[in-house]
Nanobody, 121 residues
């Protein structure tokens, strides 16, 4: 029913920028929160940034000051602006959303398929 589709990944040199997008589609009552996670080869999937309603964004320490998360509620879309990219940022980036689907009071977690971000030195 619900689909999350990421885009914007690619190959960039250290110090460069990328802007990721994630669009949620399908029938649902609303979105509680959206966020970005990343997973490098051989490592666990870690939180990058989340945003919930009008609350201030939450960022992992490793990306503070470099990444910016934002949401367009009308388009059910979350963005991740990534500046000053470093080789350590190389990973598959996954979109996540807590969505109210069949019940307007209970949300469930959903994931996109991921988009590859590679930063060369």
């Amino acid at each position: 029913q619900v689909q999350l589709v990421e885009s914007g990944g690619g190959l960039v040199q250290a110090g460069g920028s990328l802007r990721l997008s994630c669009v949620a589609s399908g029938g649902f009552f609303g979105i509680e929160a959206m966020g970005w996670y990343r997973q490098a080869p051989g490592k666990q999937r870690d939180l990058v940034a989340t945003i919930r309603n009008i609350e201030r964004a939450n960022y992992a320490d490793s990306v503070k000051g470099r990444f910016t998360i934002s949401m367009d509620n009308a388009k059910n879309t979350v963005y991740l602006q990534m500046d000053s990219l470093e080789p350590e940022d190389t990973a598959v980036y996954y979109c996540n959303a807590n969505i109210y689907i069949t019940n307007p009071y209970i949300s469930s977690s959903h994931w996109g398929q991921g988009t590859q971000v590679t930063v060369s030195s």
